[in-house]
């Protein structure tokens, strides 16, 4: 039997955007589930704090890799107090022990002071 390549060329190329456009639907999805998640958060923070939560074994795309929790100083900024220079989803170095851990709605998140913050990791 002969299929003409025309045929398998088609085939091919809408297979390809049948998978594209449901893959982006699926990570749009995933991004809008993240931003809905971060903002769910029930908490308005004053007078120069942040809400972070610690980064476990990942390495970011400028090649620093985190550390386990004992020596870990990388989090990530979940929440900020209005006018703060950081913003949310930003990877920062913290300090050991100057954290207060808060529990909302069952996860465990910390709270810290914005002038302790050592750093902003900037990715290339």
Same mark, same amino acid.
């Given at each position: 039997?002969?299929?003409?390549?025309?045929?398998?060329?088609?085939?091919?190329?809408?297979?390809? $955007? #049948?998978?594209?456009?449901?893959? @982006?639907?699926?990570?749009?999805? +995933?991004?809008?589930?993240?931003?809905?998640?971060? *903002? !769910?958060?029930?908490?308005?923070?004053?007078?120069?704090?942040?809400?972070?939560?610690?980064?476990?074994?990942?390495?970011?795309?400028?090649?620093? $890799? #985190?550390?386990?929790?004992?020596? @870990?100083?990388?989090?990530?900024? +979940?929440?900020?107090?209005?006018?703060?220079?950081? *913003? !949310?989803?930003?990877?920062?170095?913290?300090?050991?022990?100057?954290?207060?851990?808060?529990?909302?709605?069952?996860?465990?998140?910390?709270?810290?002071?914005?002038?302790?913050?050592?750093?902003?990791?900037?990715?290339?």
């Amino acid at each position: 039997m002969y299929i003409p390549f025309d045929f398998i060329q088609k085939f091919y190329c809408i297979f390809f $955007i #049948i998978c594209y456009l449901y893959l @982006n639907k699926k990570i749009i999805k +995933l991004i809008l589930f993240m931003k809905e998640k971060n *903002s !769910e958060i029930p908490i308005n923070l004053k007078n120069g704090y942040i809400l972070i939560q610690d980064i476990k074994n990942e390495t970011t795309s400028s090649g620093i $890799i #985190i550390p386990d929790e004992t020596y @870990n100083r990388f989090a990530r900024v +979940l929440k900020t107090y209005e006018g703060s220079t950081l *913003s !949310e989803g930003d990877i920062i170095i913290k300090p050991i022990g100057r954290t207060t851990p808060i529990k909302i709605n069952d996860v465990i998140y910390d709270c810290l002071k914005e002038a302790f913050v050592f750093a902003k990791v900037i990715n290339d």
